[in-house]
């Protein structure tokens, strides 16, 4: 494989090199002159996110620190990822600008039309000591209703924003059940292969009631005609607890987004179910779902009343526990797919799902 695409963008690791990182930053901090920078780490993943020591020549640094994330797809999976890495950069370039979501900074973010990279060069978070969250150590539910507040904030920002129609800002978000998300969805219902994922640890984690994959395949069309009859905003579509993280203050923040156009209920069921305990999501569900709908109304958003947004609610934990049941070992491991999907399996038994989308 060739270390850079043909419109310069690397597609390996040896690609990274001074003189193209010197380039990519140039776009935005033409005062910069780096003198060298070296792979400090290598975190592979859906994307592989590569930590950069870089050296700048004295009093041309233009107030860039020393390290850097750059993050693309370097791995043999990575061709089969492309539109999710597109979709990512022009999170990054085009959406955050414009909406209240704490996330790294960006200090590049570009596609290659050539190949199937996408690269965001990026605020290290490590080095300002943000707290990372994992799906092994789940929050409190004080935690979880900061975070929902949070999520208020920009969902009403972009609720029903004429900017997602032809010709919008925000054009390029599709729809959570269209275009290759479905793509994507049609992939893992194929019979062999919900099959294979049925015989792994986290089906066991679930009862045999949701291992029908004919009933998912029913339900995620019926969320898709569910989802249609409601105003849409930004999500930032993928908020398990691997892709948040925490200031020292407790402030919520956000990366790996994969921004789709959604009602509200998608992102909020997705992130409180994954992000609590059983028990805990059991004992406060109802409230963390009235904290997020007090804050839509105090951003001017006419908020669904609390009996609406629970019958919402009940039914998008399909879309959760889908994820979670296909979701690959190359992406999440083993544990960490079974924790979420036995989360997701406790709240659609809990929560009568089967018969909600049957």
């Not at 935690?143 to 929902?148: D, K, P, S, T």
């Not at 036995?342 to 989308?357: E, K, M, P």
Request: one cysteine or more; hydrophobic letters at 40%; aromatic letters at 10%.
């Amino acid at each position: 494989m060739p270390a850079t695409s043909d419109t310069g963008l690397p597609v390996s690791v040896d690609g990274i090199t001074p003189a193209w990182l010197q380039e990519a930053l140039h776009q935005r901090y033409p005062e910069v002159v780096l003198e060298d920078a070296r792979v400090e780490d290598v975190i592979l993943g859906t994307s592989t996110k590569i930590r950069m020591r870089l050296r700048f020549r004295a009093g041309c640094d233009g107030g860039l620190p020393p390290t850097m994330i750059v993050k693309g797809g370097f791995e043999a999976h990575s061709p089969s990822m492309k539109e999710m890495y597109r979709n990512e950069i022009r999170c990054y370039r085009d959406a955050l600008p414009f909406i209240d979501m704490r996330a790294p900074a960006c200090h590049f973010a570009a596609s290659a039309p050539d190949s199937h990279q996408s690269i965001v060069i990026m605020e290290d978070l490590v080095a300002r000591r943000a707290v990372f969250l994992h799906a092994q150590r789940p929050l409190a539910p004080e935690q979880v209703a900061r975070r929902l507040r949070a999520m208020a904030r920009y969902h009403a920002q972009t609720w029903n924003s004429p900017e997602f129609e032809p010709g919008g800002r925000w054009d390029f978000i599709g729809g959570r059940h269209e275009g290759w998300s479905v793509v994507y969805q049609d992939r893992y219902l194929e019979p062999e292969v919900w099959r294979h994922y049925m015989g792994l640890p986290r089906a066991a984690a679930v009862s045999t009631r949701l291992h029908d994959g004919e009933w998912m395949r029913h339900a995620l069309r019926k969320l898709g005609e569910f989802h249609r009859r409601f105003p849409h905003c930004l999500i930032h579509g993928d908020t398990h607890l691997g892709n948040l993280y925490e200031e020292a203050d407790g402030t919520p923040g956000f990366f790996d987004m994969q921004v789709a156009r959604a009602p509200w209920f998608t992102e909020v069921t997705y992130h409180l179910v994954a992000a609590l305990d059983v028990a805990d999501r059991a004992a406060h569900e109802r409230t963390l779902l009235r904290n997020y709908l007090d804050a839509l109304s105090e951003a001017g958003i006419a908020a669904p009343s609390l009996d609406e947004a629970m019958d919402a609610y009940r039914r998008e934990i399909a879309y959760g526990l889908f994820i979670f049941l296909i979701n690959e070992t190359r992406f999440q491991t083993e544990a960490v797919n079974t924790a979420y999907t036995a989360r997701f399996g406790a709240a659609a038994i809990d929560h009568d799902t089967v018969r909600l989308l049957g």
